[in-house]
């Protein structure tokens, strides 16, 4: 059984995918794995836990609020409408997993930007 060659782009995700546990490649999206922490002082990143992406959300987890607010956050800090990011799982759960229509080795670079200290 023959296997496809990796294009070059595709190489490129998933190299940058591999750096981060909490992001796997998907052809021209990525899947984000989120332990969301619910009615924070202020929405934002708390760095990694669990092989996952610790995010404080101000939302409460009623009404599909802080799902709303999640994926608001993610498409506002990599500068995408909001449609561009979906609960994929766990829209009931503290662990989430979203998809995002942008390749991997942005959302990798996004993330080092965002958990990485600039002296690193």
Same mark, same amino acid.
């Given at each position: 059984?023959?296997?496809?060659? @990796?294009?070059?782009? %595709?190489?490129?995700?998933? /190299?940058?995918? #591999?750096?981060?546990?909490? *992001?796997?490649? =998907?052809? !021209? ?6 332990? @969301?922490?619910?009615? %924070?002082?202020r929405?934002? /990143?708390?760095? #990694?836990?669990d092989?996952? *992406?610790?995010? =404080?959300? !101000? ?15 993610? /498409?506002?800090? #990599? ?6 990011? =979906? ?17 991997? /080795?942005?959302?990798?670079?996004w ?10």
């Amino acid at each position: 059984m023959a296997t496809k060659p @990796v294009k070059a782009g %595709a190489a490129a995700n998933i /190299a940058a995918a #591999l750096d981060w546990p909490c *992001l796997t490649a =998907r052809d !021209a999206s990525s899947w984000l794995d989120l332990s @969301v922490v619910p009615n %924070a002082k202020r929405t934002g /990143a708390d760095g #990694l836990h669990d092989g996952a *992406l610790r995010v =404080r959300l !101000a939302a409460p987890p009623v009404d599909g609020k802080a799902n709303a607010q999640v994926c608001e956050w993610v /498409a506002d800090e #990599l500068g995408l409408p909001k449609r561009a990011v =979906r609960v994929l799982r766990g829209p009931a759960s503290r662990r989430k997993q979203l998809e995002i229509d942008l390749d991997a /080795a942005a959302v990798a670079a996004w993330l080092g930007k965002l958990v990485l200290p600039a002296g690193e």
